[in-house]
């Protein structure tokens, strides 16, 4: 099974900071992968899917590029209410695997 | 509005069984594939299952092979997981998914969860 690994784990930065999360598959994966924003208690929310496709009402500052093994997200202006684990998802072929997750804080 | 409502979990022994339920409202659900997610206390996303539009193709993760069956009923709008042999590993958070169309295995809707305990 292709393996999803997320770095860092965790990063904390200031408000207006750009921040980048990367994701690398185990093999490759074309542009299946979408990612997730996990506010504490909350369910996930789909922000980015087919590695760069934002979803509906998720804000422009966040982006999403790769294909193959090496995947982005980046948040270009963090904002307070961005505090949350961001998880990555494989979907070209079960099992529909996560990465390990990255929680995002503010300095 | 798109609603995912889970229920069914609660304490249960190891070895013992559960069946969870998933009603959905709010769109057409025999046109979407479905799936369950869970996920442990302080831990990540684990996916568990899937199951097609129609009910035909299923799909399970290994940790839950031979043990789990995942089900739908269009004309109740539900979704089903069956847990046999239930193990203290399985103890999570279980949610229900929306996969957003087409070839996207991707979740756009979440349900609330439901928690499963296992522990003697």
């Known amino acids: 099974d292709i393996q999803m690994t997320q770095s860092p784990s965790s990063l904390s930065a200031s408000v207006g900071d750009r921040v980048t999360i990367t994701c690398r598959a185990s093999r490759g994966i074309s542009n299946s992968l979408a990612w997730y924003q996990q506010k504490p208690g909350a369910v996930p929310k789909l922000l980015i899917y087919?590695?760069?496709t934002l979803q509906s009402g998720v804000p422009s500052r966040f982006s999403g590029s790769g294909s193959g093994t090496d995947f982005t997200l980046t948040i270009s202006s963090l904002q307070p209410e961005d505090v949350a684990i961001y998880y990555c998802?494989?979907?070209?072929?079960?099992?529909?695997?996560f990465g390990q997750g990255t929680m995002v804080e503010i300095k | 509005e798109v609603q995912l409502m889970e229920s069914g979990g609660g304490l249960v022994q190891p070895g013992g069984s559960l069946r969870l339920s998933c009603a959905a409202s709010?769109?057409?659900?025999?046109?979407?594939?479905m799936s369950w997610v869970r996920q442990a206390p302080g831990k990540g996303l684990e996916w568990v299952s899937v199951?097609?539009?129609?009910?035909?193709?299923?799909d399970y993760a290994d940790s839950v092979k031979g043990r789990f069956t995942i089900s739908r009923d269009n004309s109740k709008n539900t979704l089903y997981l069956q847990m046999n042999s239930l193990r203290a590993e399985d103890s999570a958070v279980y949610y229900c998914?929306?996969?957003?169309?087409?070839?996207?295995?991707?979740?756009?809707?979440w349900g609330q969860g439901t928690l499963v305990t296992v522990s003697s």
């Open positions: 087919a590695a760069s």
């Open positions: 199951i097609s539009a129609s009910g035909y193709t299923k």
């Open positions: 998914g929306r996969h957003i169309g087409g070839s996207y295995r991707v979740f756009d809707y």
């Open positions: 998802q494989k979907y070209d072929s079960v099992p529909l695997t």
């Open positions: 709010g769109f057409t659900f025999s046109n979407y594939d």
